[in-house]
């Protein structure tokens, strides 16, 4: 059971490039979030969803895609990479929707 | 979205226990209170959830007064692994209620 997969666990992007963030679930998860956390900040909600083909925005969507084809996988795309964008990325899925997260270990985004 | 306040960081020796309090002032009637905990370099851990009264697991209790406006986290007997952040949210996992978390308390564990 490897719960919430990321990958990459670390990215280097120049300004204006594009890639996908990959978030995998392996227990059966409905709810899934995407966070970002700036040094010395707590996280904020990008997006997240609800099911498969049920995504919505959170707090901080600007800049950001998100896509649920399935019910393992919530990927998260950065559209034109910006240094604002520089931060810690965590997914987190949940069996329930007032149930706590099991988070990934994160993946550790650098825009240049 | 529900607002929550805790303190920014706390002290504590090994062996004693740690209270840490957050205030939720406009927590809704379908909200659950609920806290995590966070090492550096290391994504947060759920540690314990509550809609009212008193909840207690093998890693703490949750306090929450009837008037639900506050919580407190209690970690017994804490150690020095206890060292990190711990955040309270309020809300659920979806709609406008969506958790979000605050900057949390650094709570820092001496020998």
């Known amino acids: 059971n490897a719960g919430v997969t990321q990958t990459p666990k670390f990215q280097v992007l120049k300004t204006g490039q594009s890639m996908t963030l990959q978030c995998a679930q392996d227990m059966n998860h409905e709810y899934m979030s995407w966070y970002r956390q700036d040094p010395g900040m707590g996280l904020r909600l990008i997006h997240y969803?609800?099911?498969?083909?049920?995504?919505d925005q959170g707090e901080v969507p600007n800049g950001y895609n998100v896509s649920r084809s399935t019910t393992e996988d919530f990927p998260l795309r950065l559209l034109s990479a910006a240094p604002s964008q520089t931060s810690v990325y965590f997914c987190a899925s949940s069996a329930l929707e007032n149930y706590g997260y099991t988070f990934g270990s994160g993946t550790r985004l650098t825009v240049v | 979205l529900a607002k929550t306040t805790q303190p920014i960081s706390m002290d504590s020796y090994e062996g004693q226990e740690v209270n840490i309090t957050c205030s939720h002032n406009n927590i809704a009637t379908n909200d659950y209170i609920t806290w995590y905990q966070q090492f550096p370099s290391q994504g947060p851990r759920f540690i314990i959830q509550g809609y009212k009264t008193k909840v207690t697991n093998e890693v703490a209790s949750l306090f929450i007064p009837a008037d639900r406006k506050s919580s407190t986290l209690s970690l017994p007997r804490v150690s020095l692994s206890d060292t990190a952040v711990y955040y309270c949210l309020v809300g659920r996992n979806t709609g406008r209620r969506a958790l979000t978390f605050g900057s949390g308390t650094r709570l820092q564990v001496q020998p």
């Open positions: 969803s609800v099911g498969a083909g049920i995504t």
